[in-house]
């Protein structure tokens, strides 16, 4: 059976365990989602499950978008994701929420990092940067050498430099589900996942146990 959701991170809070331990959890608002196309490996090659999530006003998509959710008589929906999987189990036109996932389960939550811009290595990569003392006057967040002289005359590909930091997307693997409310569309994840509040998040079964 097919689980998946995306859905929208509204926060962090804390919950208290049977233990009265306080856990620090994150607060995704996910679903009500649709099910917009299932792809098969005799039509398309592979398989896969293409899910809808936020209502739209029309306006707001092409005509190619209101006419590819329109074959399910589905409204228009502001977000697609497509999740690759062996068997769907789940049919054009079924909606999925949170009750698909139960406490104690584990997740992977997929997000795009926060955008931090340009960025020094001293913040980028954790360098330490150059000495404090000794008559340094520039030097203190500097990278350092970058390679030698002759040989090989240039910079390494995939050297460590400054750049722009964060907006990628990252996966926080095998996190717990701790809360689950169907009437509100909620579901908790223990910890924290990427990405800032209101940010659009992908909750799929774990890959990694």
Known sequence: MFKGLIGRKVGMTQVFDDDGVARPVTVIEAGPCYVTQVKTPEKDGYSSVQLGFEEVKPKRL????LGHLKRNDLPPLKV???FR??????AEGDQLSVDAFEPGEH???VGTSKGRGFAGVVKRYHFAGGPKTHGQSDRQRAP????SGTTPGRVWKGKRGPGRMGNERVTSS????????PERNLIA???SVPGPKGGMVVIKPVRKQ
């Open 174 to 181: 095998n996190v717990r589900v701790v809360l689950v409310d």
């Open 80 to 82: 697609l994701r497509e």
């Open 62 to 65: 092409t005509r190619g978008q």
């Open 144 to 147: 350092g050498s970058l390679g």
């Open 189 to 191: 994840v223990d910890g």
């Open 85 to 90: 999987i062996k068997s769907p189990g789940v």
């Open 107 to 109: 997740v992977d939550v």
